[in-house]
T-cell receptor, first 116, second 113 residues
Framework: DAGVTQSPTHLIKTRGQHVTLRCSPI?????VSWYQQVLGQGPQFIFQ???????GRGNFPDRFSARQFPNYSSELNVNALLLGDSALYLC???????????????FGPGTRLTVT | AQRVTQPEKLLSVFKGAPVELKCNYS??????LFWYVQYSRQRLQLLLR??SRESIKGFTADLNKGETSFHLKKPFAQEEDSAMYYC???????????????FGQGTILTVHP
């Protein structure tokens, strides 16, 4: 298994445009989370999806949306891009939603988004 | 809301010296705490979690609820330990995780030969 994969690797967009980022979880993993990592800071939680339903949402505007497909892959969409959206977007997958201990999250390599 | 603080952005030690990466958290309930590591040109990966009480690559971390700390320690640092280290906290409600990890800002550890 290649682990969590994300596409594209890099992306350059202009202010006001829309972007779609994609994530494929590890085979068998049903939970996908998205994080934004601005340069010099730790990752910040955006969304968590499990069984195609949103189960958690961070403090991000409605311009950010996501969905999860029947094969558990996921897309993160950002509308009306702002310069401040420039960041590394990380996807993480885990086996399930609940458990003891908490199921480990496995991170993808990220998509580097630059907004000009 | 929960918060994780890593007071040192940079930490430099020599090979063989002890190392301690500090992590403090604020959360009113019982948190699940983790240390994640990112080696150069690699993806973020879990190093250890407090509930496992295990030592990974010689690193240990003890949860101190009184001081709300979860410092990462290693008695003898190695050059291959050079990396970015993140402390993270996860909240569960009614036994359900929402996959929401709250990360600190990270500490870059450099181990000199």
């Amino acid at each position: 298994d290649a682990g969590v994969t994300q596409s594209p690797t890099h992306l350059i967009k202009t202010r006001g445009q829309h972007v779609t980022l994609r994530c494929s979880p590890i085979s068998g993993h049903k939970s996908v989370s998205w994080y934004q990592q601005v340069l010099g800071q730790g990752p910040q939680f955006i969304f968590q999806y499990y069984e195609k339903e949103e189960r958690g949402r961070g403090n991000f505007p409605d311009r950010f949306s996501a969905r999860q497909f029947p094969n558990y892959s996921s897309e993160l969409n950002v509308n009306a891009l702002l310069l401040g959206d420039s960041a590394l977007y990380l996807c993480a997958s885990s086996l399930a939603l609940s458990g003891r201990p908490i199921y480990e999250q496995y991170f993808g390599p990220g998509t580097r988004l630059t907004v000009t | 809301a929960q918060r994780v603080t890593q007071p040192e952005k940079l930490l430099s030690v020599f090979k063989g010296a002890p190392v301690e990466l500090k992590c403090n958290y604020s959360y009113s309930g019982s948190p699940e705490l983790f240390w994640y590591v990112q080696y150069s040109r690699q993806r973020l990966q879990l190093l250890l979690r407090h509930i496992s009480r295990e030592s990974i690559k010689g690193f240990t971390a003890d949860l101190n609820k009184g001081e709300t700390s979860f410092h990462l320690k290693k008695p003898f640092a190695q050059e291959e330990d050079s990396a970015m280290y993140y402390c993270a906290l996860e909240v569960q409600r009614n036994g359900t995780s929402y996959g929401k990890l709250t990360f600190g800002q990270g500490t870059i550890l450099t181990v000199h030969p």
